[in-house]
T-cell receptor
Framework: GAVVSQHPSRVICKSGTSVKIECRSLDFQATTMFWYRQFPKQSLMLMATSNEGSKATYEQGVEKDKFLINHASLTLSTLTVTSAHPEDSSFYIC????????????FGAGSRLTVL | DAKTTQPNSMESNEEEPVHLPCNHSTISGTDYIHWYRQLPSQGPEYVIHGLTSNVNNRMASLAIAEDRKSSTLILHRATLRDAAVYYCILWGAGGTSYGKLTFGQGTILTVHP
């Protein structure tokens, strides 16, 4: 079955530093990946759509300079939280859509970011 | 985006069937109905999806109303591992919204031993 791997699963960093989260589709190619953020006891909020070989599309209210997305290959998208602050602490989840096949999204296990 | 409405929470006993309802009165003709579930501290997991006809898979069944304005996810025999937040989501069939899933609040399912 389709598997999406996220790394790291947990990260703690100091305020002002940058953190990179990787999202890999392990056994399929994905031209499109999606990045979500989830605060405690809330639903998932779509942050951006990551397109292989082109610029990401950000949702309204999401700062593209703060959340840098790179989708350099058909199996890897990265989200970099730049100059992280405590309010960026959250659960970040990626998902990937197969190039072909059933219209289903496969989600990663999520990355929990804590900014001190 | 067309919205879905789900009850905030539901409870069930182990081994009993569970029917999770979802209303989507503004669904368009090309929207698929998707169900995902999220266990604590994990990413969402695909459960089932359909367009017009009822669907069955090893995890669940999806019953879709004839007018497509509502659907019901059926877990035939709930287990403790089915305790999760269940999301009913409409998937746009094309255009710029393709694959873009908008999550609502979902239904928190509690399963009692």
């Amino acid at each position: 079955g389709a598997v999406v791997s996220q790394h790291p699963s947990r990260v703690i960093c100091k305020s002002g530093t940058s953190v990179k989260i990787e999202c890999r589709s392990l056994d399929f190619q994905a031209t499109t990946m999606f990045w979500y953020r989830q605060f405690p006891k809330q639903s998932l909020m779509l942050m951006a759509t990551s397109n292989e070989g082109s610029k990401a599309t950000y949702e309204q209210g999401v700062e593209k300079d703060k959340f840098l997305i790179n989708h350099a290959s058909l199996t890897l998208s990265t989200l970099t939280v730049t100059s992280a602050h405590p309010e960026d602490s959250s659960f970040y989840i990626c998902s990937a859509r197969r190039i072909s096949g059933a219209n289903v999204l496969t989600f990663g296990a999520g990355s929990r970011l804590t900014v001190l | 985006d067309a919205k879905t409405t789900q009850p905030n929470s539901m409870e069930s006993n182990e081994e009993e069937p569970v029917h999770l309802p979802c209303n989507h009165s503004t669904i368009s003709g090309t929207d698929y109905i998707h169900w995902y579930r999220q266990l604590p501290s994990q990413g969402p997991e695909y459960v089932i999806h359909g367009l017009t006809s009822n669907v069955n898979n090893r995890m669940a069944s999806l019953a879709i109303a004839e007018d497509r304005k509502s659907s019901t996810l059926i877990l035939h025999r709930a287990t403790l591992r089915d305790a999760a937040v269940y999301y009913c989501i409409l998937w746009g069939a094309g255009g710029t919204s393709y694959g873009k899933l908008t999550f609502g609040q979902g239904t928190i399912l509690t399963v009692h031993p």
